[in-house]
């Protein structure tokens, strides 16, 4: 039997998140929401289903592809095809660190298009809601961050890493792999292996690889797309920083342009901390507790979030999803274009290059690069210093409070509806236990993805969640996988 705090958080989150859904639809049907309102609802309402099943695909493929890397391919290649269609390609040479520079594009890119699909116009009102619902449903974007945050992430997050040879065996998420990997070829986002290197040489550390070096040819045109990504992502700030002084951005009418600005750059700068964060404490978890630092905030949050069987780590990490989606709807806010009727295009520009910009893409592309990826690779730098900030305490006591909460609980309720409606099953069942595998002589591959500096870390989301795991985070533990599933067992069974 569930406890009765479970049961009270199951039930309460998926009613919140039911309400939520239906308001987010109310809204768009009655044009009051910022595509419904430009176009039409029939549009919006499309827009934002197919976006929010894309990013489910985004968020849960990257738990398969990361967690399959040491699995052998003729295990499972015959029995999922369309899965090994992706992973002998995701996993040879970098590719796993190129299909992750796409994805982090992606992710932001579709939390836009959702964000202009379902957001809330200015006074929006829907079916007789008081004041009070409106401030904490509408005006804060709650409403949408729940949507987007339980239907579109954690729930594929579950099912993606527990459930890996089944949840991409489909050639949607093989069309989300390839996009992920035509974005980071495009060279769009190829600025941030400058900041790469920017760390590598100020740690002193080399960055490994899996490849030999380029020949002449392969990097003159690595280098022309470093250099172009830079000149895109300059433009990008650029067209933004002009939209917010002139007041052509969606921001709340009535804040002052320099405010905007502040918003603005505090908001980068918060999502930038929760990216920097998980890369920090998955870093440290591998460390002795003699190695994780001796100055107050270091022990403060070591010993907070390692404190008891390790489940902080986790439920950190449910949290900081909330968090850091909250942010990605008020960035869009702040940086969405919107030319006023009569308004005049930036930098005058024709009106076909003014729809571009209305269309988020340049906030998205900014908050990928500056927002996420440049945090990501100073913290896999550099831990330690991040565990020394005060900032990181408070944020992982604020991430501790929203698990806590049981206020995205519904997202297990989601992931247990998926998985029977899909019918997936565990991997052990196609492909025996890491015991099993080890006795007919096809024992896991010790991992050829480097981690480090200059790499995006290649987190596999929940199924981590097992204490032991968390000190061996990147090793082949055969344990892991036992704990995982009796955990997934539990709360697909209601137990506590």
Known sequence: MPSPANLFKSVYATLLLIFSIVSVMGLIATRQSTLSNNVNPATAFIVIWVAIIWLSMVEGGQGSLVGLQPIQFDLYEKSHPITYLST???????????????????????????????????????????????????TTGFAMILFTCQVGQLASQVNGSLNMLD??????????????MALEFSGLLHSSYLVQYLVSAISGKKIESNEPPRSALQGLWYWFRCLYSLAILVFCFAVTLVALFEGKTTMWKGVPAWLAMVIFFILMSVVGMLEAMQIAFFAVAKFTPEERGDSKFQKLTCQLLFKGDGKNLPGFMIGRQ????????????????????????????????????????????????????????????FPLAFLANPITYIFLRICLLFEASGICHGAWVLAAIQKKAWGFQRDEVYIGT????????????LSQSHVGVGHLAKLPNFAQNAPQSLKDLLETDPSVGAYINSIYDDIENGKN
């Open 88 to 138: 002998k390609i995701a996993l040879n040479g970098d590719n796993l660190d190129r299909y992750l520079l796409g994805r982090q594009f992606m992710v932001c890119l579709v939390v836009f298009i959702v964000n202009m699909s379902g957001g809330p116009i200015g006074g929006a009102e829907l079916w007789g809601y008081p004041d009070w619902v409106k401030n904490i449903f509408f």
């Open 167 to 180: 949840y991409i065996n489909n050639y949607g998420c093989l069309f989300t792999f390839y996009t992920a």
């Open 322 to 381: 909330l968090m850091v989606v909250s942010c990605m709807f008020f960035i869009a806010r702040v940086t969405s274009v919107s030319i006023p009727e009569g308004g005049s295009n930036i930098f005058n520009v024709p009106d076909g290059v003014q729809e571009f910009f209305n269309t988020g893409l340049l906030g998205a592309l900014i908050t990928t690069i500056v927002a996420s990826i440049a945090w990501q690779l100073v913290a896999s730098a």
């Open 434 to 445: 890491a015991e099993e595998r080890a006795q007919m002589d096809k024992g896991d591959k």
